[in-house]
């Protein structure tokens, strides 16, 4: 049984939100899975990770909106090279049970729920902004080619009217 009340229930967790980035790949549990990651993406230019250590130095911003699921990530490659990292393909089973709302709390369910809201809040807010400019944009270009029309077609008659009075 869910544990959210919300808008819609839903059995995992949103990962494009700041709480369920962090429950993914922000919990020494889920530690495999970020390693898998970022082997994913990283490999080729330094190597494969052999160990991962997470800083918990968590960047919070001052408002909703500069907030952000990032924190320091420190590892080490097979070359004994060491990284620093701020913020896979393979151990999806893992992934989707750690993603399983189900399973929550009530802390990380009620954590969650917040999270997707402000989530959809930004997302709305940027849709609707791209919306009002798109319509701002056909407007004017509504206008730019009324006033263009207008132009010519002022321009045209001043043609005709020029002609006939050259034949009369």
Do not use: P
């Not at 709480?19 to 020494?28: I, P, Q, Y």
């Amino acid at each position: 049984m869910l544990r959210i009340t919300g808008i819609q229930k839903a059995r995992y967790l949103n990962s494009l939100t700041d709480f369920g980035f962090k429950k993914l790949f922000g919990e020494e549990y889920n530690k495999e899975l970020l390693i898998d990651f970022l082997n994913q993406l990283l490999e080729k230019e330094q190597g494969r990770i052999k160990s991962l250590t997470y800083m918990k130095n968590e960047y919070v911003g001052r408002s909703e909106w500069e907030r952000r699921a990032i924190f320091d990530l420190y590892y080490e490659n097979e070359k004994c090279e060491k990284f620093w990292v701020v913020l896979g393909k393979s151990h999806f089973e893992k992934l989707f049970r750690a993603a399983e709302i189900s399973k929550f709390t009530d802390k990380e369910a009620s954590s969650y729920e917040d999270s997707l809201k402000v989530y959809r809040d930004m997302k709305n807010s940027l849709d609707t902004a791209m919306e009002k400019g798109l319509a701002k944009g056909r407007a004017k270009g509504r206008a730019e080619g009324f006033e263009k029309g207008r132009k010519k077609k002022s321009w045209s008659l001043q043609e005709k009217t020029a002609k006939k009075k050259v034949s009369l």
